[in-house]
């Protein structure tokens, strides 16, 4: 791309994006349903509280049914149009069919879960009260994956997605956690879901919750850029709605994504313009709590949904507004010429830095996209 197309690209993509934002709405939404889990799993980025299989213990969850019901209409006023229901593990909260058939009245319900207690029984009693979608976690193969999730757990996940299948939930998916230890597996993972008739999400290991102190797992900035490639290819192979990853930094290969995100003449709403890295522009998360969290960081709180109308906190909070404004970027993001198409990882900033605004240090780009930098 020559100098005067680069400011060209860059005039377009900024004018894009801040009509993006003045338009932006509350769409997606993270919601812990609990803090408790079923396994211990090493990857954990909250910390869940361990519960073990077949434990008396009782759950305490802080949200009742009324509460979460009333959350979900608080959320569907602002705009909320699918929501992940997510945990700890959502499948311990004995509520979870109730709450599923009372939001998919009101907006797409997905869920996100390791699935060891889901047979098919269970399956079809979500299916029924309008599951749309579910992302089962398969963090490798089953000595990868029960070192993760415990003994026995990948033979479990594994039956539980062919549930889903069988009972007909609209969208199945594996989740793959990506780190430095089951890297060598993203292939055979990919080609795994393939074979099974289910779609493949990847996303990348930070060193958060109870893996905080695990820094030696976090992929490298050339596994990052490998991964992104070879998905990228496998997108093309198998169609990009079947295999989906944090796509930021690879767009600066993709030539059709910058075409259409430079053509003038195009909307700048979330399906027509890529902002890149959406939180705080098309999504948020909801803790076990009730409270919103910015960022996709559970620690950034910006509102509590059981005292306030996510409308207010979406257009008020601070943390949403500094987010928003692509100008408050630093270092090389903030010099960057995709900054309004990628914005770099937000989460990953904050979590090596302790500024959500910080560059991303996971960006494998060695300059920020002019020929005069390095």
């Not at 757990?153 to 007909?168: E, H, L, Q, T």
């Not at 290991?205 to 490639?229: C, N, S, V, Y």
């Not at 928003?324 to 995709?338: A, D, I, P, S, V």
């Not at 090596?352 to 300059?367: F, K, L, Q, V």
């Amino acid at each position: 791309m020559k100098h005067e197309d680069m400011q060209d690209f860059m005039k377009i993509t900024r004018e894009k994006y801040y009509r993006a934002v003045a338009e932006a709405k509350p769409l997606f939404t993270w919601f812990s349903l609990t803090d408790a889990c079923n396994l211990d799993c090493k990857y954990c980025f909250i910390d869940a509280e361990y519960h073990p299989p077949g434990s008396k213990e009782p759950i305490h969850d802080p949200l009742s049914t009324k509460d979460v019901c009333d959350i979900i209409d608080n959320i569907y006023e602002a705009g909320t149009e699918i929501v992940m229901f997510a945990g700890g593990e959502p499948t311990l909260r004995e509520d979870l069919v109730d709450i599923v058939r009372y939001t998919s009245t009101r907006m797409s319900v997905a869920m996100n879960t390791n699935g060891y207690l889901l047979d098919e029984k269970y399956c079809s009693e979500l299916a029924a009260a309008g599951l749309s979608q579910v992302k089962v976690s398969v963090d490798g193969m089953e000595k990868n994956h029960d070192w993760n999730r415990g003994e026995g757990s990948f033979k479990r996940v594994i039956d539980a997605v062919n549930n889903f299948k069988r009972v007909g939930v609209p969208k199945v998916m594996m989740i793959m956690t990506l780190s430095s230890v089951n890297y060598d597996e993203l292939e055979t993972m990919l080609e795994l879901s393939m074979s099974m008739g289910v779609d493949f999400t990847m996303v990348e290991f930070l060193p958060l919750g109870k893996a905080a102190e695990r820094k030696e797992w976090t992929l490298t900035k050339d596994q990052i850029k490998r991964a992104q490639r070879y998905l990228v290819q496998a997108q093309k192979r198998y169609g990009w709605q079947r295999v989906a990853f944090e796509n930021r930094y690879i767009v600066s290969e993709d030539e059709h994504c910058k075409g259409v995100c430079m053509d003038p003449n195009r909307p700048a709403n979330f399906y027509d313009f890529c902002v890149g890295c959406i939180s705080g522009l098309y999504s948020y998360c909801i803790k076990a709590s009730g409270k919103v969290a910015a960022g996709d960081i559970m620690t950034l709180e910006v509102g509590d949904l059981r005292k306030e109308r996510l409308k207010d906190i979406w257009k008020n909070a601070e943390l949403f507004k500094i987010l928003r404004n692509r100008e408050n970027l630093k270092g090389k993001c903030g010099k960057c010429l995709y900054k309004y198409v990628c914005g770099g990882c937000r989460r990953r900033a904050y979590t090596y830095t302790g500024d959500i605004m910080a560059s991303d240090p996971g960006c494998w780009r060695e300059d920020t996209g002019y020929p005069d930098e390095g």
